[in-house]
């Protein structure tokens, strides 16, 4: 039997290894001054067998009696298993995993067969105090999976993964919690059917997930976060079953089932979800792409286009100026029509910024709502530049997260962070944190608007930069917090898609008000008494 | 002084006198056998001098500190001014006032003068358990207003009733809550734009109220409920308080603001409230109306539309055959295209739908999505008879709110009752409420969808009947009982947009379930320790 390893841990998704592709090596390394001497080293390779310092502190009873509930082929208390679900997949976590550092564990890891296991799993641990962590795809950016009280990670994805009931009259489809979006997707394809909510973590994430951490999918800007995209849930918690009917609206008092939308499994354990699901029509989809002058024309045509009510794009997106140079750099861009055109007239590189968009739904109305997104578009002087940059970019969607891993590997560190903001506030916010980011030499920002509303838009960053090598976590997480504080200050919410977890719950005070935090811990001590559901500095909650 | 009666206080609205038009009244005559001598007489008409048993029981020095806060010009306890806060408009309240009942008025009724005010008034009821009613435009049909517990009734509406901001870059608008819906359109009307949220008790409805009963308007099909327009809303609890951003979305965790939307004064006082705004383009909206052969055809177009994606309609609305054919005989519709040729078509009375339709926004969109629902409701045999009905329907929409107090004046008991239900239940439950209603004898019963959504819609029933004269309360009571049975059995949610109150409370339990139930008490008791906040019967709650 192969060795088990940190890395086979750290690696993203169907743990591919990937090699970053030689245009993107070519501005690393002209960026990062980096040798091909340093190409051939691997930083923090983390190819060793995974050994845990911390045995299981679940007795031999408790283990006997969980077995008997969720069967023994179902518990595993093994090192690598253990250490398998310690980590979501947040940059710290990742540099943890190279440095080999897994202090605290999950006890076991129980892979409930049914909502009727979790039942019982719940209110066995809830009875023993017990913590649980319900996991969906592991990939968590917030440290919202980690154990620091130990206890019981919950896989939801190994039994929990089957469509039960598609609705086609109401349209609508009941889920297990732990199916991946591809499986989801795959099935409801073939009835004709689409979930419309594609996440850039959409091969490794799953329905329940999607809701506990209130995901946003790329077409979030027709067709809603995911908050808009779930009609009901059915939530094991402490204090019972939570499960609301699939009405299409009510005025039944104030709603409860919103409270588990953003909860990331500190009020229960999702277990089902319905959700709307739209016709499956791609060839309707109609596709556009504009280069503008500078960011704030472009930001004010997604504005005038999100506020004028004909109808709204489904993927909507803007690169900033940075973004955009790279994109034409490494994305092959600059070879799909002519660069010196558009210099000449007036598009130049480090203003210009790429817009990308897509229509879906009924054929005339994409059409439709194309048409009037081009004129919007023209009269920001936006320059069409037809439908096949959208169409690459949708292409390459879902692999840019296999790069942090060879990017890792040089040593390189790299991470996003995202926000929500209103437009009047949207520009400042931007410009504050690109100020923030280059203080910091040698670094690379790229940061894009990719969920938009009519009174605000999301502003998503990515950065690269060298890591402080000996000094990696340390060096990090001072960045990191410089960064949040450039958001929080210029009124940019804590998050906007990615969710709070560990990472942000030391600023969830200022940000919501001590207020609002009490009523957030009120909600949490009546389902979850004894603080078993993922405790342990989560959400900001005690 | 003129003299002040119970009737004065059982008006709606602006307490103007309405009469029933003729054609109304000829078929009223004709359903219930009424003779020309019967309408001379005025049953229950109210019309004697106010005067209330209960004095206040509030001590001199309670009141002394309240005119302290709130100054003494804003403090009374007159018997006028406590019976007038002792209901809303349901119509078990509008017999008590003709049968000159308040045997529970608020001890006073306070009109606070700033956010400020409002919180030292909570704090203040707090410490001295002094129960507070937060009162909008008093158009409650839910008995959401009653002081079953004495207390303070709280007049929003006197000194709170100003826009604070409009902010036309991110086109919201932050708004005192007691500021009724005319005032604050024609506000921002001057701005150029509009609120997009018409109720049918739009002129005397509060914008805070709206969101305390979690109310939707006759477009709500395109701009949503009012939980879908607010973007943030302040609201005073006794624990305090809560005010969230205006972001456009985020995942700070868990939104804790849904919380308030349908709280109906249970938690805390609404002060401010913030909204999204739209363009004022009247020009541009396109109405269409048609007529099809039967409720389930019509059901059929409507879901298509809304299930098709090609844009949505803003007033979106079918008849069933009864209120179809009232509709035709009363609202001259058959005055504006030929009775004959639709019979000879096959559209037959007693079978045959109106269905109303408006779009709204931009003016190509409009006339796209207009032509895209026509074409479906072609494809279902719906035959299309111009704009004008629909527009006709408009201009007499806030007025048969005026009718009851005539109706009643008859001895005629009128009232309405409305739910959400799934698409897949929709004809079941309609056909269950009309087979329970027509057991009835002498009964009118009208029908409507009004509210539509991708998985499902609202329907909306109105019924007439001659009361039981000497036994009014009983007979509505146990008549209105099973009517809530026929809705909850047949899987309707207990109310799509009027709320709770004191009305569905019983059925809360059954409707919700125990845990959720356990769920909201849980948050009352964080937000209202002391239970002051509307106590007493609301929402089902202890």
Not at 211 to 229: F, H, L, N
Request: glycine letters at 8%; charged letters at 25%; proline letters at 4%.
């Amino acid at each position: 039997m192969k060795t088990k390893t940190y890395r086979d841990i750290l690696k993203w998704g169907d743990k591919r290894e990937q090699k970053i592709d030689d245009a993107t090596l070519k501005v690393i390394k002209e960026k990062f001054s980096i040798s091909d001497q340093d190409l051939a080293s691997k930083h923090l390779f983390g190819d060793t067998e995974v050994k845990l310092e911390k045995t299981t502190s679940l007795s031999e009873e408790q283990i006997n009696d969980l077995k008997k509930i969720a069967g023994s082929e179902n518990i595993f208390t093994d090192d690598f298993s253990r250490a398998n679900f310690s980590y979501g997949k947040y940059y710290s976590e990742l540099l943890l995993l190279r440095k080999e550092k897994i202090p605290n564990p999950p006890d076991a890891v129980i892979s409930p067969k049914s909502h009727n296991d979790v039942v019982k799993l719940v209110n066995y641990c809830n009875k023993n105090k017990i913590p649980i962590v319900p996991v969906g795809g592991q990939s968590s950016v917030t440290r919202g999976l980690e154990t620091p009280k130990g206890g019981v990670s919950l896989d939801m994805t190994k039994h929990l993964n089957q469509v039960i009931e598609v609705n086609s009259v109401n349209m609508t489809a009941k889920v297990q919690a732990g199916m991946f979006g591809p499986a989801f997707e795959e099935h409801i394809n073939k009835l004709g059917y689409s979930c419309g909510h594609f996440p850039q973590s959409f091969e490794f994430s799953t329905v329940g997930g999607w809701v506990a951490a209130r995901g946003a999918g790329q077409a979030s800007t027709g067709y809603g976060k995911i908050d808009q995209m779930i009609v009901a849930l059915k939530v094991v918690t402490p204090a019972g079953v939570i499960e609301n009917k699939d009405y299409p609206s009510n005025a039944e008092a104030w709603d409860t089932f919103p409270l588990f939308v953003g909860s990331e499994g500190t009020l229960g354990v999702i277990t089902e979800v319905t959700m709307k699901i739209k016709h499956l029509r791609p060839e309707n989809t109609r596709y556009a792409s504009f280069v503008f002058k500078t960011f704030e024309s472009a930001v004010n045509a997604m504005r005038e286009i999100m506020q004028s009510e004909f109808g709204k794009p489904h993927l909507f997106r803007i690169s900033d100026p940075d973004e955009t140079d790279i994109a034409f750099k490494t994305k092959g861009f600059d070879e799909k029509f002519s660069n010196k055109v558009l210099k000449a007239l007036g598009y130049t590189s480090g203003e210009r910024c790429l817009m990308f968009v897509s229509v879906e739904g009924d054929a005339a109305y994409a059409k439709f709502v194309k048409k009037k997104i081009k004129k919007t578009a023209k009269k920001n002087k936006g320059f069409y530049i037809g439908g096949s940059p959208t169409k690459n970019w949708l292409k390459q969607r879902y692999s840019s997260a296999y790069m942090r891993e060879p990017l890792m590997d040089l040593g390189i560190m790299t991470d996003t962070i995202e926000t929500a903001v209103t437009w009047d506030n949207l520009i400042n916010l931007w410009k504050s944190v690109r100020t923030y980011v280059y203080k910091r030499q040698k670094v690379v920002l790229m940061s894009h608007i990719s969920h938009v509303y009519e009174n605000g838009a999301n502003l998503y960053f990515t950065f690269l930069s060298p890591m402080e090598i000996g000094n990696e976590e340390d060096d990090y997480k001072q960045f990191h917090k410089g960064l949040v504080y450039a958001i929080h200050n210029n009124k940019g919410s804590l998050s906007h898609h990615h969710g709070i977890g560990r990472v942000l719950a030391p600023w969830m005070k200022d940000a919501v008000s001590e207020e609002v935090l009490n009523a957030m811990q009120a909600v949490k001590n009546h389902f979850d008494p004894n603080g078993i559901m993922n405790p342990g500095g989560m959400l900001g909650l005690k």
